[in-house]
């Protein structure tokens, strides 16, 4: 820039001289200098000034990316902590690739923070001391609210007005559904969007279950008695650790598991759309009984309540977990995906299948509730300092080739899930899609080389606009095409379901609010408690108890809110 200055005050100084000396030639009509010489030199002075003006021009015009992102002169930062529960140090390792990729396209600085700690208490702690930053990512409806109560949020929506094109035109008719009463946006929906595969099922080792004649399993009495059998046939690990039929990590959701048992997150539903929660059904103590007898058999993981992630894939990977009940992706991530890398001579049949469960009373087997709304929201706070850059960068994020972007990584490296040239056209990379027909997919370093979905603010898990077939989740893209996840589809096509309506807040001037967290704490230590009773009675009785502990909190009071609350969300929906 300071080149450019001496430039022009150059070329100032000489075009000042050149008409000095012109102007005394003509003046004392010495040198003989005729018009046209006098004309020739202020056309070239005009055309010197011509020419540096177009410099400048160029210089001006903003930098547009291969992504079509306008790359900013100075860096913007986006420093968010995201309230997801995972590894820090696992969360650094994956952010870096997409994290420098990012800075050097987009001159946009991604810093992310998460902790290995309950995301609702870590934001609680960070309100009550005021330490928080710009940006938070997957803050539930409820704990919003509460941030929005303390005037801790930014109105987004006239940002988005000025700022967020990309984000009305995706959200669409949606978009209005996220405002409040008032005309305000609070937050940004991340996951939001119509995926229709599994979450939730109930697993099984493959080619143990194929050596025993794979037995039907259709009930859950089918499922526990085929484990059974298993951990009999196979009581020692091959690194002679002690086998167990089921085990469970701090990443299952309680009220998923139930769904076994015909209950749609957590509730009953009768004919009127009215909602019992699982406490006050037989179904919910018949599932508590179920759990307590793997573990009063033995067949349990005892450390099935405490278990960390890394911790409890460490034993998945050690073989000593036969069967699993929770997210379908956790036995592939610890299970053969690891044994493809680590067990010599391993074969495909060497994993594990997902396969629906159901009681025999249940109508169906809930298992996988999809909220259209999106999982929880990006919020901007009252800390950020340039609040329309972050918006700008979300907006990007929320187009389709944002979408892909970080979804799927980083493009056109070896281990890219795909490839990408200018102007929107792109392509999968074919030998990374047929890696993962083959088993040989290595989600882990993809991952880390890539940064697929490590930076999800606000783009959604349904289907992209441009093709209407896309999803961000890579994976997911080739299910007709993958052996194994065809086969997942099928065995649990009917456990997934649309559970928009029953988005219920619970904000913070509502008295049912601190009624709801508390019986939420009250089952965490009581479903454990009951599960991992020795005996049956003794399993009862606490579930009796637990029962009766909510009653007296406020349980009913909670059941008639959510049923009203669920019915008008209905009759908005119709």
């Not at 329309?388 to 080739?401: H, Q, Y």
Request: hydrophobic share 35%; with cysteine; aromatic share 12%.
């Amino acid at each position: 820039m300071k080149l450019k200055k001496r430039t022009v005050l150059v070329l100032g100084s000489a075009l000042l001289t050149s008409s000095l000396l012109s102007a005394c030639s003509d003046n004392n009509g010495s040198n003989g200098s005729s018009g046209n010489d006098s004309k020739s030199s202020n056309d070239s002075a005009a055309q010197s000034t011509a020419n540096n003006q177009t410099t400048n021009d160029a210089a001006a015009e903003p930098k547009v990316n291969e992504f079509g992102w306008t790359v900013p002169d100075n860096t913007i930062t986006i420093d968010y902590y995201s309230a997801d529960k995972d590894n820090p140090d696992k969360v650094a390792t994956k952010l870096k690739a997409i994290h420098d990729y990012v800075l050097e396209k987009f001159n946009v600085d991604v810093k992310k923070t998460q902790y290995d700690v309950d995301g609702k208490e870590k934001l609680n702690l960070m309100l009550a001391s005021s330490d928080y930053p710009g940006v938070i990512s997957s803050i539930d409806s409820d704990t919003l609210d509460k941030w929005r109560t303390q005037e801790k949020l930014i109105d987004l929506a006239p940002l988005v007005d000025k700022y967020g094109p990309n984000i009305k035109k995706e959200l669409g008719e949606k978009y209005n559904s996220y405002l409040d009463k008032d005309g305000k946006l609070w937050g940004l929906p991340r996951g939001w969007g119509y995926l229709p595969i599994p979450d939730f099922s109930a697993h099984i080792r493959w080619d143990w279950y194929q050596e025993m004649g794979s037995p039907k399993i259709e009930t859950p009495d089918d499922y526990y008695n085929v484990l059974k059998q298993m951990v009999a046939a196979h009581p020692k690990s091959a690194q002679g650790g002690k086998t167990y039929a089921i085990s469970w990590n701090d990443q299952v959701n309680i009220n998923y598991v139930l769904g076994i048992w015909g209950l749609k997150d957590g509730y009953k539903e009768d004919a009127d759309h009215n909602l019992t929660h699982w406490l006050n059904t037989s179904e919910g103590l018949e599932a508590v009984k179920y759990y307590n007898r793997f573990y009063r058999e033995g067949l349990m993981d005892p450390d099935s309540f405490l278990n960390k992630y890394d911790d409890w894939k460490l034993k998945f990977s050690n073989e000593q977990i036969i069967g699993h009940i929770g997210p379908w992706w956790q036995s592939w991530n610890a299970g053969h995906e690891v044994w493809k890398t680590t067990m010599k001579g391993w074969t495909d049949n060497q994993r594990y299948v997902q396969i629906g469960l159901k009681a025999p009373e249940a109508e169906a087997a809930y298992l996988s509730p999809k909220d259209t709304t999106g999982w929880n929201y990006t919020v901007i706070t009252d800390k950020e300092k340039h609040p329309e850059d972050v918006i700008k960068f979300l907006d990007f994020e929320m187009t389709p080739i944002g979408t892909r972007l970080f979804g799927w990584g980083i493009p056109n490296l070896p281990e890219s899930v795909w490839n990408y040239e200018s102007g929107g056209k792109w392509s999968f990379n074919d030998a990374q899609k047929q890696k993962l027909f083959a088993g040989t997919f290595e989600y882990d370093k993809v991952d880390e080389l890539t940064g697929g979905n490590q930076i999800w603010l606000d783009h959604p898990q349904g289907l992209m606009s441009d093709d209407n077939k896309s999803t961000a989740w890579y994976d997911q893209n080739f299910n007709a095409e993958d052996k194994w996840k065809s086969l997942m589809n099928d065995n649990l096509k009917d456990t997934i379901y649309d559970n928009t309506a029953r988005r219920i807040v619970f904000t913070a001037d509502n008295p049912l609010t601190i009624v709801n967290q508390q019986i939420d704490d009250l089952i965490k230590t009581g479903f454990a408690k009951a599960v991992m009773s020795k005996t049956e009675q003794g399993a009862a009785d606490i579930f009796n108890d637990m029962r009766d502990k909510a009653m007296k909190l406020g349980l009913k009071d909670i059941e008639a809110f959510r049923t009203q609350e669920y019915k008008n969300n209905l009759a908005k929906l119709q």
